[in-house]
Nanobody, 116 residues
Framework: QVQFAESGGGSVEPGGSLRLSCVASGFPFSDYGVMWYRQGSGKEREFVAEISSDGRYRKYADSVKGRFIITRDNNVNTVYLRMNNLKPEDTAVYFC?????????WGQGTQVTVSS
């Protein structure tokens, strides 16, 4: 079935950068758009970014626009999230997501912590 293997999370100081990776399997990756969501402690899960199947269209939440960049490499079934100028409010667990065959599929999540 659909699976995501996420990596790249960690702890950084404000203003720092991280790149998250999400390796997908179990579905025709190159035919589907993929999204990143995040969930802070005690908060609801929120949309962060999405990318179309061919990588040509991208959308971002207002809170991260201009700082985060979503990309993908269909040759290795991977979607990335480059996070620049990180802020404490970016602290959250970040999840890779796809809607496939009328179902929601989520990765396990990777922790990002931004603090001084």
């Amino acid at each position: 079935q659909v699976q995501f293997a996420e990596s790249g999370g960690g702890s950084v100081e404000p203003g720092g950068s991280l790149r998250l990776s999400c390796v997908a399997s179990g579905f025709p990756f190159s035919d589907y758009g993929v999204m990143w969501y995040r969930q802070g402690s005690g908060k609801e899960r929120e949309f962060v970014a999405e990318i179309s199947s061919d990588g040509r269209y991208r959308k971002y939440a207002d809170s991260v626009k201009g700082r985060f960049i979503i990309t993908r490499d269909n040759n290795v079934n991977t979607v990335y999230l480059r996070m620049n100028n990180l802020k404490p409010e970016d602290t959250a667990v970040y999840f890779c997501y796809v809607r496939y065959q009328v179902s929601d599929w989520w990765g396990q999540g990777t922790q990002v912590t931004v603090s001084s």
